[in-house]
């Protein structure tokens, strides 16, 4: 035992006493000795400090999530509303044929061109919700000029614009122009309201907003090419 080692037992034990008189209360103190092995080197593979990471808390399944949502959802959900096409490509060619055929007839400027292309129908087009005698005749008769020339002019406007293919795979599937009959009027574009207003009046517009709904003249052919209607009216 080397010197310096018995000089500090010495001095531990003065201290020792040296409480005890001063509390008279014993008091053991026990140090335990924590004995260091020698390092050794490790054959774990080091962890490097970035990869030290905590991991993220998960989200709760009980969580709204309307934030996320509402920053996905478009402000207007143009998938709600009828796809409006253009393009006769997309008609079937028996429907090209009677599309073509009413065309052709409304700007020849003839109604007797009309009554030729009505004909041809198994049966004769829808023109009113009433009676009527002959469907060429009341044409006339509801043309401006009495002659039917605004109604020709009517159907051609009707005939260039956008159309809808509805209730496909029903009974009802039609090809209707102007889409304008099927589509919701208070969602009209700018754009849509200037190819609009080439077939009817603003004076018009107000009333079919009031009413609800398109009541100007729309036409319908079937799948197979029959026309079903060229009329006007709720």
Known sequence: MSRIYQTAVLAAGLLAGTAFAATGVAKTVQVETIPVAPSEPSNAPAIPADDLTLPEAEESEDAEPAAAEEAQTPANDSAELPQVLYSTSYLPK??????????????????????????????????????????????????????GFEILAILADIMDAGFLHVDAGTPQEMYVWPYFAR????????????????????????????????????????????????????
């Open 94 to 147: 028996p429907v090209q044929r009677m599309q073509a055929q009413l065309k052709e007839a409304a700007l020849s400027g003839n109604m007797e061109r009309l009554r030729m292309v009505f004909e041809s129908n198994e049966l004769p087009p829808t023109v009113s919700f009433g009676h009527i005698d002959d469907p060429i005749d009341f044409l006339k008769e509801s043309s401006g000029d009495g002659e």
């Open 183 to 234: 589509y919701p009027l208070h969602d009209l574009t700018p754009d849509q309201k200037v190819e609009m207003f080439r077939i009817v009046t603003a004076g018009d517009y107000a009333e079919m907003k009031d009413f609800g709904a398109w009541t100007f003249y729309r036409v319908g052919i079937g799948p197979d090419g029959t026309l079903h209607y060229f009329v006007a009216g709720d």
